[in-house]
């Protein structure tokens, strides 16, 4: 048997573990944050049709540039963001954000450059960063997971870095990033900013996107994409929006024909039901709410969380806890930090079950 061991790996790559959020077939399913509700039989049966309509012309390649996919995704935006006067030649569109964060750091990275990103956070930042061969740069964040300014600042100015990732709410801790601070990374930042507003459409009623920073600020990306709100992340599809000059950087390090044509007509047939899709968000947020509610209530230490997931302890031994909701069908991610779990918010069903059989374990 051939080993990895016995293959000419990059020697960066040595020792490295494969991203790994378990995929079990549990009837429970709240550890990777996607939207629990599918789509509705009428959006299914246009997601078909619109398959079928390329269906007929799959032995061409797809528009390259995926023109009417991104005017889509800017009108959206706009919808979003009046103010940030989006259209397609703002936004780009991949196989999920992971593929767009790794085409800024293969354009604005690479060897003898550096990201800095502000953990705990999402684990693929430093994960792709260093696939692509650019050094990594953890800074961190305060002890109840904000992400004051002066701090964003100092740590810029300390690293240098050409990339900074601001996560904005946070993943795993569910903390929302107030504009102030991006605005201040911004003027700090000798390179790119890059805001993952993965979780963007969940934030609280007032609270502005970083897309409204847009205007003026070239070196600013913001990162969304369709798997979690979107409620697509079988499509993998995700998208950004920044200068159009960050675009043409982009085109340099994109693969030709990246965006099959079969993905490029179900995200656009799922921009144009984005209003059904985007409607069940009303109600995880209320479900998040009573979530964190009914934790704190059980006497847990729980993250504020702007998302559709919650950060919860601290257990002295997770594993157990993360063990014991498995046997009970409830698959949940130990993440972030050591003592920590998250759920994602599921329907009110799954949201009880996980409350009985974490009540069980308690
Ligand atoms: N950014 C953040 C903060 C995420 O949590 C995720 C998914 N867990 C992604 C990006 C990537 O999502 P996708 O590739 O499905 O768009």
Redesign the pocket.
Known sequence: MTSLDDLPLRDDLRGREPYG?PQLDVPVALN??ENPYPPSERLVKALGEAVMDVAGSLNRYPDRDAAALRADLAAFLCADTPGAGLTGRNVWAA???????QQILQAFGGHGRTALGFEP??S??PTITRVTGTGWIDAHRAEDFGLEPERAVAAIEEHRPDVVFL?S????TGTALPLDAIEAALDAAPGMVVV????GEFRRAGTPSALSLLPGNPRLIV??????AFAM?GT???YLAADPAVVDALLLVRLPYHLSAVTQAVARTAVAHGEELLGTVDALRRERDALVAWLRGEGLTVADSDANFVLFGTFPDRRRVWEGLLERGVLIREVGPPEWLRVSVGTPAETAAFRTALKEIL
């Open positions: 959020a990777t944050n196989n999920g954000s992971n593929e767009i964060i956070s999402y693929m930042h996560t709410p946070n993943n795993p993952d507003e993965a979780y990162t969304r994409t369709m798997s979690k992340a993998r599809l995700g």
